[in-house]
């Protein structure tokens, strides 16, 4: 409503806008889906002097033009949203198959038993898209659930993983995961892994110059089973808690478990006290193997208007308790 | 027409807007809601709550509902947007959607109901029939704080009825 | 004139009655309406205010120099640069030694302020970004005072005081017949201790509006509101004449009672008026959540007295409300409680003791409900835990103590119209069917019914009146001009719905100009769901006059009876020689030097100034009923509630428009869903911690069912055709059906608002029913 003017410059690729990070300093701030940003530009919390869009970097040649013949689904009422892999092609930041440098910050692929998805990828995308879900359904469970329809138009994985809400839906599934970031300043990339990337309350472990250009996350192998449970006070509401577990069953036994929450602290943890009372546990034991699980470590919930630390600390063990009965029946039927 | 890739504080920006072309020279900070009311003069995408949280300002940008206000007007340039008024005939007559609502008393004070419409018309165009469940699963991100919602999802659903096959 | 009830038969009707679109639809959906904000005029400023970023303090210093000096700043106005700096509300009932009690507000605050978000200062510029730069400059220091933020606090000993007279702002008390002897007598006596939230209004359109000076200097002011008589007060405030003000209601986008007093009508007059410009004031989202006024918390302690057939023999009521820092209408708010607190029920003998405090809170005000409905929250609990303890149904319990003709509320009021109650109580059930079932084995279902009672028509002494002009234009299109306000509620709707009828002209040759003091006949505010008993009885009044004229005139000329002659389809009908075209027939008027135009106004039914002692034979005009049903499903590992199917059944007296009338029950039925369950304004400490509908969260489209309305006709109400008032009735009852379903499904009752997650694991996890409180 009340925003002081500030400067828009457009970045056809991932390295421009990091150069122009670096040209602009402190005042300016990167763009994507905006879902994140334009709030606090809106309500007057953030004031940036530049701001760098990055929305439509490797697009094409014209990175820039968006409204030729290359534009993608038409236009006018009937443009048709749908909500397939071409959903959106268009030119917005889902302009789908990109080109040059960047080509990979706009496209899901697979190969060698990872998934990687671009930073520019939007939630509605990827929650929509057939090899994500055929391959690791944690990613569309996650990104089905963020915010509203609208939200997961615009919202991209980059912008997502890149601010770094204690209850967002995608950094949790990274850590659960154990994905990796590919993460570059437009000279050198480099490579973080998750759970070392959140660091805390909206601090992740950015450059000021560095932008996420990818994330690479690792299919479900063989006999794996995921769930994804997540409880807020109204659908799409940020999480009171949120947990993502993979669990593998083997010989009639967990022999592998992966669990994370999100929402209980200042960045998604994970429940290694959990991971370790499964180990070994038949599906029937598991219930009794958690109940005999303290509290559980890692976890800091704080109290805000929707719900109390210790609403939120119970929750999650629900959740938990959910997650696992789920993921262990996923993994038994994929044996 | 790019815009122009230059740090600039004014940027020209181009939109089809209910399938009439648009080019203004403006503020780059202003959102594409801004930009449609006080540039363009489109006023029926409101300013409800400048967060994306209640659905007053939905557009369709390229077929896709989004919200206009968290949407620099400069980053979808060249793009098609459409509003409620969009969604009227040529001859200016209320489109059948729009008519359905009229029957169904779906617009009380009437303020959600441009966001509702283009959210709607989104959710129908992909041609898939929609339960009632569906509707609303569709409608949630569009706050409605006359109408208990009921009215809406009924005049979705007869819009749906009503569409040829 | 006043009229008396009206009734027709419904199947003379051809129009009311019939569920027709409203004329203010096609506008809506084709996206034309222009709201407040909507309007843009050349050379037009922008104004913001500067507002308290504490709840208590004095004011030691402001400087405007720095947010001068930003370019496109026009003014900075402090409390100094008002006329004059006060906003008077009465306070009813409550004496002082020498006159009626009279509560104060600066429109700007020049020593202290009293409340997060007060406002201190307003910025003119030429535009927003101008104005996000200045308003950050505005310099202003505060010295922190002691605050008091619990009214129990604020009205105990050695408080700090919000106002120097006290924080005290008002009290009532109602005594009928002998309580000490009920309760001594009663086969059961029920206790039970309820508490109600602050809500905020959550209408999609913040406050908005533009003003300017016309070309004969009036100063125009285009605003969001329910009230265009403001511009009395803004006159005042600027010492200008009253008939130097106006004041527009374009079409408001929700109200619900937080467009009723003043919002941006003050601060754009004082730009308008300092600058000589056109001006524009949008208020945002997060503003508005934090410092407009809110429904009031309330407090409730009831003591009920049965006999073993459960008839009530004694209610004893307490209420204490958190008026929050300024009076606004708090004193009236409490008067609505303590006239509905003991609910649609016969009741011999009453004690309450009502009171409000002031708070260095938010200040709360008028919320569609008024007061009626933070009761039904307690009055229904209170019939339940009787019911549980005599082995009664919910259904039986309410049926036997329903209010019926000739039975007189604990206020003194005789009820005179018939009561469908039971009927209500019965459609409900016999329309929900079984119980659903639950979805899972850690899932529970339960059901409840609530019924209430809502005054319509305001407070009897208020002297209320509407007027409404009707005229016929050559053509025998009809023009309706009557400055009623029309906040989505179909008020401009429903009058060109009446006229149709009693004229027999159509709707699409019908123009309703509404809601402009200046060239509208003034027609009160649209609160108190007075609308359609007041401008709605004023219409019919006017096309009554009018029918009559014409009627009489086209008599004279053809020498047939009067009462023989009908207005409809254009013609008048009956006359010998045969039908008369209408336009035919003014022609007839203009010759025999007979007005084709008639100006009606109502009165509303009159009754004694009350005081704190509250007895009065008639306090409000009339009353609507109802009866809910609520089947809900609890989650017992998480606490989430999820409503499954919901009924409400209203005596409408007669249905104007029958969608409508559905469309206001269902909206009412979801804000009242979104008080029992997710709504709630955070403050700790006199700070607003609900900053934006991120955190203020009201009802989506998945979080409710389809509300099923059920509309019962009884023919009695005081409005025209028989109608009563249906806007605030709904909106009361959903408190109490959610809180019977959740303790249908829980065993335990949560008399906490709103009912959370976690409050429904507190209960699960509780001792017992005494400790529920969340």
């Known amino acids: 409503m009340f925003t002081r003017p500030f400067r828009f410059e457009r970045a056809g690729t991932l390295a421009d806008a990091c150069a122009m990070l670096r040209r602009h300093g402190e005042g300016a701030k990167v763009i994507a889906g905006g879902q994140s940003l334009m709030p606090l530009v809106n309500l007057g919390l953030a004031q940036p002097e530049v701001v760098i869009d990055i929305s439509r970097a490797g697009s094409g040649p014209d990175a820039g033009a968006g409204s030729g013949p290359d534009a993608g689904a038409g236009s006018g009422p009937d443009a048709g949203a749908g909500s397939g892999p071409d959903a959106g092609a268009g030119s917005g930041p889902d302009a789908g198959a990109g080109s040059g440098p960047d080509a990979g910050a706009r496209e899901i692929s697979a190969a060698d038993g990872y998934l990687h998805i671009g930073a520019l990828v939007t939630h509605a995308r990827l929650a929509a898209d057939p090899a994500a879900a055929r391959l690791q359904p944690l990613l569309g469970a996650a990104a089905g659930s963020i915010g509203n329809p609208r939200v997961r138009n615009r919202g991209t994985l980059g912008g997502s993983l890149a601010h770094g809400d204690p209850a967002a839906e995608l950094p949790l599934v990274m850590v659960a995961l154990g994905a990796s970031y590919q993460i570059t300043d437009g000279r050198r990339p480099r490579q973080a892994r998750a759970e070392e990337f959140h660091l805390g309350y909206l601090t992740t472990g950015l450059a000021d110059d560095e932008l996420i250009a990818a994330a690479r996350v690792p299919v479900l192998g063989p006999g794996w089973g995921w769930s994804f449970h997540e409880v807020s006070r109204r659908d799409g509401d940020f999480a009171l808690a949120a947990v993502a577990a993979l669990v593998r069953i083997a010989d009639g036994i967990v022999v592998e478990s992966r669990v994370a929450a999100g929402g209980v602290a200042d960045r998604p943890v994970r429940l290694a006290d959990v991971e370790i009372a499964l180990s070994g546990a038949s599906p029937g034991e598991i219930g009794a193997r958690l109940d005999g699980v303290g509290p559980l470590r890692g976890i800091r919930p704080v109290s805000d208007t929707a719900a109390s630390a210790g609403y939120r600390a119970r929750l999650c063990r629900v959740l938990v308790g959910r997650a696992l009965a789920e993921a262990s029946a996923r993994s038994l039927a994929a044996a | ?165 | 004139m006043t009229a008396g009830i009206r009734t027709s038969k419904p199947d003379e009707l051809r129009v009311v009655g019939q569920p027709l679109p409203r004329h203010d639809q096609a506008e809506k959906v084709a996206g034309s309406t222009r709201y407040a904000g909507d309007l843009a005029f050349a050379g037009m400023l922008h104004a913001r205010l500067v507002r308290s970023p504490l709840p208590s303090a004095r004011i030691t210093g402001r400087d405007a120099a720095a947010a001068l000096a930003v370019p496109g700043v026009v003014a900075v106005l402090f409390g100094e640069d008002v006329p004059h700096n006060v906003v008077r509300v009465d306070v009813p009932g409550q004496a002082v030694e020498v006159a009626a009690l009279k509560a104060t507000m600066e429109v700007l605050a020049t020593e202290r302020v009293r409340f997060h978000g007060e406002p201190v200062a307003l910025v003119v510029a030429e535009t927003t970004e101008a104005l996000a730069a200045a308003c950050d400059l505005v310099s202003v220091d505060y010295e922190e005072l002691p605050a008091v933020f619990e009214p129990e606090d604020a009205l105990a000993g050695g408080a700090p005081l919000v106002h120097e007279s006290g924080n005290l702002l008002g009290e009532w008390r109602i005594d009928r017949g002998d309580v000490d002897a009920a309760f001594a007598a009663a086969a059961v006596v029920a206790e039970g201790s309820y508490q109600t939230q602050a809500v905020d209004h959550a209408y999609l359109e913040p406050e908005a509006g533009v003003g300017w000076l016309d070309d004969e200097g009036v100063l125009t002011l285009r605003v969001a509101t329910q009230v265009v008589e403001h511009y009395r007060d803004v006159a005042r405030i600027l010492g200008l004449p009253e008939a130097r003000v106006r004041v527009i209601a374009p079409y408001v986008g929700g109200g619900f009672g937080g467009k009723e007093d003043m919002t941006v009508e003050p601060y754009l007059a004082l730009a308008v008026w300092r600058t000589g410009r056109p001006v524009r004031m949008q208020w945002t989202r997060q503003e508005s959540l934090l410092a407009r006024p809110k429904r009031h918390r309330m407090r409730l302690r009831y003591r009920t007295a049965a006999d073993r057939d459960g008839r009530l023999l004694a209610q004893e009521v307490d209420i204490t409300a958190d008026a929050g820092a300024y009076a606004y209408l708090s004193a009236l708010v409490l008067l609505y409680s303590s006239v509905h607190a003991c609910g649609p029920y016969r009741v011999g003998s009453v004690r309450l003791r009502a009171r409000c405090a002031y708070t260095n809170n938010v200040p709360a005000s008028a919320f569609r409900g008024f007061g009626g409905m933070q009761v039904v929250f307690g009055y229904e609990a209170q019939m339940d835990l009787l019911a549980a303890r005599l082995g009664l149904s919910a259904a039986e319990v309410r049926k036997r103590n329903a209010l019926a003709r000739g039975d007189v509320l604990p206020v003194g009021q005789a009820i005179e119209t018939e009561v469908l109650l039971g009927q209500a109580i019965d459609a409900v059930l016999d329309r929900a069917g079984a119980k659903p079932q639950p979805s899972g084995p850690r899932k529970a279902v339960g059901r409840g019914i609530a019924c209430n009672m809502q005054s319509y028509g305001r407070l009897t002494w208020l002297n209320d009146s509407a007027a409404a002009w009707a005229g016929f234009q050559l053509d025998g299109s009809l023009s309706l001009r009557c400055a009623v306000p029309d906040i989505g509620g179909g008020q401009a709707s429903s009058l060109a719905q009446i006229a149709a009828e009693v004229l027999g002209v159509p709707m699409d040759r019908i123009t309703v100009h509404f809601g402009d003091s200046a060239l509208n006949p003034l027609a009160g505010t649209t609160t108190a769901t007075r609308q359609l008993l007041m401008s709605g009885n004023a219409v019919y009044e006017a096309c009554v006059l009018l029918r009559d004229r014409v009627l009489a005139a086209v008599a004279a000329d053809t020498g047939s009876p009067a009462d023989g002659l009908r207005l409809e389809d254009g013609m008048v009908s009956g006359a010998a020689g045969g039908p008369v075209p209408l336009a035919d027939a003014l022609v007839t008027c203009r010759r025999r030097n007979v007005p084709a135009e008639a100006l009606g106004t109502f009165f509303g039914p009159k009754g004694r100034p009350v005081v704190t002692s509250l007895h009065a034979d008639r306090v409000f005009p009339d009353f609507t009923f109802g009866a809910h049903l609520c089947d809900l499903e609890v989650d017992l590992d998480t606490g989430q509630v999820r409503v499954l199917g919901y009924l409400a059944a209203h005596d409408v007296g007669r249905a104007i428009n029958p969608r409508s009338v559905q469309g206001q029950i269902t909206g009412a039925v979801v804000q009242g869903l979104g008080m029992a369950l997710l709504e709630e304004v955070a403050v700790a400490d006199g700070v607003n911690l609900t900053g934006g509908f991120f955190q203020y969260l009201i009802p989506t489209a998945t979080d409710v069912p389809d509300i099923e309305a059920v509309v019962l006709e009884s023919g009695e109400g005081m409005g025209p055709f028989g109608a009563r008032g249906i806007g605030e009735p709904p909106v009361g009852p959903p408190l109490a059906a959610v809180a019977s379903a959740v303790a249908d499904a829980i065993g335990v009752r949560p008399t906490r608002l709103p009912i959370t997650p976690e409050r429904v694991l507190q209960c699960l996890a509780g001792p017992g029913p005494a400790a529920a409180d969340g």
Request: proline content about 4%.
């Open chain 2, 1 to 165: 027409m790019s815009a122009e890739s230059r740090t600039s504080a004014e940027i020209a920006v181009t939109l089809t807007v209910n399938g009439r072309e648009v080019s203004r020279t403006a503020g780059a900070h202003l959102t594409l809601l801004r930009w449609l009311r006080e540039a363009a003069g489109v006023t029926d995408p409101k300013y409800g709550c400048g967060e994306g949280s209640c659905g007053s300002c939905t557009v369709l940008v390229d077929g896709q509902p989004v919200s206009a206000c968290l949407v620099l007007a400069a980053q979808v340039d060249g793009a098609a947007v459409t509003t409620a008024a969009g969604l009227l005939q040529a001859d200016g007559s209320l489109g059948p959607l729009q008519r359905a609502f009229q029957q169904r008393h779906a617009a009380q004070c009437g303020f959600c109901t441009p966001g509702m419409l283009v959210t709607a018309a989104a959710a129908l165009a992909g041609g898939r029939r929609l339960g009632r469940a569906e509707i609303r699963a569709a409608l949630h991100g569009n706050l409605c704080r006359c109408t208990g919602y009921g009215p809406i999802v009924d005049a979705i659903e007869l819009a749906q009825d009503e569409a040829p096959r």
